[in-house]
């Protein structure tokens, strides 16, 4: 079963990876804000999916010590929410047009 974990969480964060790629290619005023989220997207699914191959690799403990634990969570919220709003700007710039 943690394989099956690390596994989804891998195809998961390679299929957020190739997602932001691609929209970040696209010419549409969305395409980069849709890209940064996709990218955020990519580093919480690498974030869990270290967590769990270092759970499964480790009996269930992982090797990452509470304060690298913590960082790393800090640094998914704080993406996350940047890239929420720079999309959330950005369709209010768009619909006032």
């Known amino acids: 079963m943690d394989a099956m974990t690390c596994l989804l969480g891998a195809f998961t964060t390679a299929l957020s990876l190739y997602l ?6 696209v010419r549409h005023d969305l395409g980069v804000p849709l890209a940064m989220m996709l990218a955020a997207e ?3 699914g690498l974030v869990t ?3 769990a191959v ?6 269930g403990h ?5 304060h690298q634990q913590m960082a790393l969570r ?6 996350t929410s940047a890239t ?8 209010h710039e768009i619909s006032d047009g």
């Open 74 to 79: 800090w640094l998914l919220f704080i993406t």
């Open 54 to 59: 270092t759970a499964a690799t480790n009996g």
């Open 62 to 66: 992982t090797w990452l010590l509470p």
């Open 20 to 25: 932001a790629w691609w929209f970040g290619s």
């Open 84 to 91: 929420s709003l720079h999309l959330a700007w950005k369709l």
């Open 49 to 51: 999916t270290v967590f």
């Open 42 to 44: 990519a580093l919480a």
